[in-house]
């Protein structure tokens, strides 16, 4: 199993508590770690402007300026996001955002894109919140734009939602996929009849959440969807983000999920909604328990395919001794 790790940008309230003005000094740090320790393969943000569950005034750091700081100040590790909303920026605009840093950082850079959800932030920033339909074809049409920019160096389209003509995106990026000239693309969202279909049509890597067997049937119907457009789904990895809190036993998790959710008191939430929300995105989940748990909940996952892990730990901003451990002792018992 390949591993990437979520940076801590302040959008989960995880940067509560930290002075603004040492948050880049924060991520940073996390930042170098990864790109000196080879197990990570890649380091992530979230494209989102407020933070959630709720909006407040804590510190949410915008994705693709981050892309761009992590580009000038790393080596090796991967460079993403899940997932950058593609009505957020116009499609061409995007493009060559990505086909520029692809170039800051060797080469270095995936694109994960997705239609967006997030309906508080869209209408504070203007967006509106248009149906389903209307963001999943801008979806559709944004990364067709993709794909022409980046392995031809211009696009056409006259679309439902976007008319470009003639775009023009050089220098293209520095990377090969496929044989096509073009960054790697990640469709994530698990949508059984448009979002899974795009991603059969377009990705190069998908990802969608769930548990086993849930991961597993939506698999089968991508798989599916390959069949129908005639793609290879052999080519597609699997990925799926994990959240990951490590304890020795049962009265630790306890300790280590209060603190969570007092972190999130401390950035304005009220002490139920933490505390439910909190139980409701980590207590149970198959990465979250001791070593041993963590372990047999990403072997469950590798059975029905997930290969590559997008890793995020609640506490990592303020101590990295969970990434550590997560790195020496559960690693190391994935097949990679």
């Known amino acids: 199993m390949r591993f990437g790790l979520f940076i801590p940008q302040g959008w989960r309230y995880d940067l509560v508590g930290i002075d603004p003005q040492q948050q880049w000094r924060v991520m940073s740090d996390l930042v170098r770690y990864a790109d000196d320790t080879p197990q990570w393969e890649s380091i992530w943000v979230y494209d989102h402007f407020h933070t959630t569950p709720q909006p407040s005034h804590e510190a949410t750091h915008e994705a693709w300026s981050l892309m761009a700081g992590f580009a000038a100040i790393t080596s090796r590790v991967r460079l993403g996001q899940m997932c950058t909303c593609m009505s957020y920026r116009e499609p061409t605009y995007l493009a060559k955002v990505a086909a520029t840093i692809d170039h800051i950082s060797g080469g270095r850079v995936e694109m994960g894109i997705g239609g967006g959800w997030y309906e508080h932030e869209w209408r504070a920033y203007g967006y509106g919140f248009p149906p389903a339909g209307e963001r999943l074809g801008r979806l559709r049409e944004g990364v067709e734009i993709f794909r022409q920019m980046w392995t031809t160096g211009s696009a056409t389209l006259d679309g439902d939602y976007y008319q470009v003509d003639g775009a023009l995106c050089f220098p293209q990026p520095l990377q090969t ?44 119907i991508l798989k599916e969807h390959c069949r129908d457009v005639g793609s290879d789904f052999s080519q597609i990895t699997l990925t799926g983000n994990v959240n990951v809190v490590i304890a020795d036993d049962a009265a630790e998790l306890d300790d280590r999920l209060a ?30 328990g001791t070593v041993e748990q963590v372990i047999d909940g990403l072997q469950q996952m590798s059975r029905v395919g997930l290969g590559y892990a997008i890793t995020y730990f609640p506490d990592a901003a303020y101590d990295r001794s969970s990434i550590e451990r997560f790195a020496r002792e559960v690693m190391p018992q994935l097949d990679r």
């Open 177 to 220: 996929t496929s044989a096509a000239n073009r960054i790697p693309l990640w469709v994530a969202g698990g949508g059984p009849k448009v979002t899974l279909k795009i991603a059969a049509q377009y990705a190069d890597y998908t990802n969608y959440f769930g548990d086993a067997e849930q991961f597993e049937a939506k698999t089968q």
């Open 259 to 288: 603190a969570i959710a007092d972190r999130m008191v401390r950035g304005g939430m009220s002490a139920d909604d933490a505390t439910t929300h909190v139980d409701r995105a980590l207590r149970g989940q198959p990465t979250v």
